[in-house]
């Protein structure tokens, strides 16, 4: 016998959701990464900036679902431009490694399906979430890693870029200072990286280089239904030995399920999410009745319990989104077929 969830699942899947206006009903969640974010620490243009970003992100995925596309393509819409703005540690702005690369992580989860696509390791190609979606819909795999995923991102005709495209000059700073503080030798400046000190024309002032973790994010609810998740990352500063985090972890950083009627995208300590498998317990608390807010927020305290500090969006298959967070700020926002286009920055925001 199917389960109310399951069977819930299956009638949203049937027909599309639509409001007594006509309208099709959708919903959708981002964040831009989680951490130690002060109102004292950004100043009015840079907390604009941070803003403005988050509500293009919102937009480019809020067009395809209001004209009724998928929440796949929805996630991957609004991800996409945040891996091109160096405001964020996903893409163009991603961090460094020890050996000073640039080492990209994403996935991709369709909640009608659970099928699902992750990378990690990425160094060419421009949108890793892209690469998460092809992995996950043109490969028998889930997971691909290193030159490998490149290689394979190539093959599906995706758009490849040369590593130093990904440089930024905040975040090779930070790099030099993470590794000046352990005592590390500093790497040379990557090949193809400007000058130090020459100015990059093509990309803003850059912020100050919080103490956040950094990870773009994306849940969403179509007008059929069907829920997906994704995410994407640079990773932490500093990263040895081939580290990877939460992000393409399915269950862990990226989850979605029809079933359990949730969709959930990390952003944290990655090392402490993967063991408390985060997005995955959340769709479970939700299938066993938690609202996404209660269920986010457990699991986040669970994860601080741990040692870990982060943050989580949820989507539930009413279209409600929930954002839980033990940490001072989260670059967040929400969108509906019944809402307006809302952003935030501070944890005391609502």
Known sequence: MKSVATALALALIAAPAVAQDGALRWSLAIHGGAGVIERSDLSPEQDAAYRAALSRALEAGAEILRNGGSALDAVQAAIEPMEDDPLFNAGRGAVFTAAGRNELDA?????????AGAVAGLTRTRHPVAAARAVMEQSPHVFLIGEGADVFSAEQDLEQ??????????????????????????????????AEGEDRADLPAPPLNERKFGTVGAVALDATGNLAA??????MTMKRWGRVGDVPVIG???????????????????EYFIRATVARDICGRIGRGDDAQAAGEAEIAEVGQIGGDGGVIVMGADGGHAFALNTSGMYRGAVSSDSDAEVAIYADEE
């Open 252 to 270: 862990a950083g990226t989850y979605a399920s029809n079933a359990e009627g949730c969709a959930v995208s990390a952003t944290g300590s990655g």
């Open 230 to 235: 994704a995410t994407s990352t640079g990773g």
């Open 161 to 194: 870029v040369e590593p130093a495209w990904f440089f930024t000059e905040r975040r090779w700073q930070g790099l030099v200072r993470a590794l000046t503080e352990a005592g590390l030798p500093i790497p040379e400046r990557p090949q193809g990286a400007p």
């Open 107 to 115: 996935a991709i989860m369709d909640g009608a399906t659970l099928n």
